[in-house]
Structure formats: structure tokens, C-alpha cells
T-cell receptor
Framework: SAVISQKPSRDICQRGTSLTIQCQVD?????MFWYRQQPGQSLTLIAT?????????ESGFVIDKFPISRPNLTFSTLTVSNMSPEDSSIYLC???????????FGSGTRLTVV | GESVGLHLPTLSVQEGDNSIINCAYS??????FIWYKQESGKGPQFIID?????DKRQGQRVTVLLNKTVKHLSLQIAATQPGDSAVYFC???????????FGTGTRLLVSP
């Protein structure tokens, strides 16, 4: 299965600032996905990122708040912009490396906004 | 500590018992289903999957059952161990759209 590295693993940020999360995959993948997991909750898909095209956002998520880059087939970034305490969550990257291992996830970025 | 699973339904079992975790999925067009295990501080980890043309699939100590008629999925863990304590999520996907949608999750607590 693919190995996914996310950076940073955790951060504490001031409200009003922005944080960019990086996701690096050790093999080329077509689709990369960004999820949010609010405290004590399940995972919610933010957007799907394909290389060479704009990301596709799910209902309730907008590009101005969560801009995404996908410059190549192994890398993507998610920015959480103009943060508020409500943005405190775990943000997870996933790829469609469907072999015998389903969709593979990174270990997540634990964001706390103060 | 981490807050994964803090507000989720909880299943408490004794070590050695068999555990059954249930999940109702929403999309009748979903054709691929995955169970994930999430330990505190980690991302979801694949356990077992099943495609819609099957109703049962077995792995090592785990079995997934799929009932498409009532849109229900279950994960059975045999001889549950303390290391099985985690939050378990089912996820469904309509492979035509390739978006994985997660269920609400269940926290499994295994007592020695």
C-alpha cells in the first residue's frame, strides 16, 4: 500500500492566521482526498484533489477557506485560512491507492486554534 | 489526550469475547465497503473490505457481513483483545464517484 506522510503532525495556531498542511505520497496516485475529523466525530470529506485541475469541494466547504494545491501526482497541500477555534480538528489526507488495502490514510494533522 | 471517539457509541467487552460492531449505510448505489480502525493519535487503518457482490468476507479474526436489502454492515471480531480497543468506522463508496463516505463510528473498549 502507499505510504503517506503528513506535515505538521500537530500545531497550535492563533485565530485569524492560516496553516498549510502537506501530504506526500511515496507513489503516484490519481486522486487525493482531504478529510476533517472534528473532536469526537467521524471523518467528513472536504475536497478531492486531482493533479492538473481544481479541487472539487463538498457541500459546506469552500475554496477561500480551504485552498488546495496538487502540483504533481505525489503531493498536495491543504490550507486552513483565517482560522477560528471551530477549525480545531484533525485534518487527514487520503489517496485512492486501492489494492488490497482500501483507501490509505495519513496519520493526520492535529490542529488547535486558540 | 486525543479526543477521537469521545462522543461516539461505545461497545464494552471482556477480553476473549466476540465483538460485533454494526453500521447502517445510506447510499443504495454504494458498491464497496471498508472497515477502518482508528487508534488514538493515528489515522484510520484498513481492517477489511467487501464488495457489493458478496455478503460475507473473512480475514484474520475479523468477518464482515453485508446485507444490501437493509443497507447494513457488520464487523465481527473474534476473541477480542485489549489491543483491539479503538474507534471503528465503516465507510461506503460508490466507485463511480470514488468518494469514501464514513459512518458515525463505534468506540470498542476491551477489558482484560
Amino acid at each position: 500500500s502507499a505510504v503517506i506522510s503528513q506535515k505538521p503532525s500537530r500545531d497550535i495556531c492563533q485565530r485569524g492566521t492560516s496553516l498549510t498542511i502537506q501530504c506526500q505520497v511515496d507513489s503516484q496516485v490519481t486522486m487525493m482526498f482531504w478529510y476533517r475529523q472534528q473532536p469526537g466525530q467521524s471523518l467528513t470529506l472536504i475536497a478531492t484533489a486531482n493533479q492538473g485541475s481544481e479541487a472539487t469541494y463538498e457541500s459546506g466547504f469552500v475554496i477561500d477557506k480551504f485552498p488546495i494545491s496538487r502540483p504533481n501526482l505525489t503531493f498536495s497541500t491543504l490550507t486552513v485560512s483565517n482560522m477560528s477555534p471551530e477549525d480545531s480538528s484533525i485534518y487527514l489526507c487520503s489517496v485512492d491507492f486501492v489494492t488490497n488495502y482500501g483507501y490509505t490514510f495519513g496519520s493526520g494533522t492535529r490542529l488547535t486554534v486558540v | 489526550g486525543e479526543s477521537v471517539g469521545l462522543h461516539l457509541p461505545t461497545l464494552s467487552v471482556q477480553e476473549g469475547d466476540n465483538s460485533i460492531i454494526n453500521c447502517a449505510y445510506s447510499n443504495s448505489a454504494s458498491d464497496y465497503f471498508i472497515w477502518y480502525k482508528q487508534e488514538s493519535g493515528k489515522g484510520p487503518q484498513f481492517i477489511i473490505d467487501i464488495r457489493s457482490n458478496m455478503d460475507k468476507r473473512q480475514g484474520q479474526r475479523v468477518t464482515v457481513l453485508l446485507n444490501k436489502t437493509v443497507k447494513h454492515l457488520s464487523l465481527q471480531i473474534a476473541a477480542t483483545q485489549p489491543g483491539d480497543s479503538a474507534v471503528y468506522f465503516c465507510a461506503e463508496i460508490d466507485t463511480g464517484f470514488q468518494k469514501l463516505v464514513f459512518g458515525t463510528g463505534t468506540r470498542l473498549l476491551v477489558s482484560p
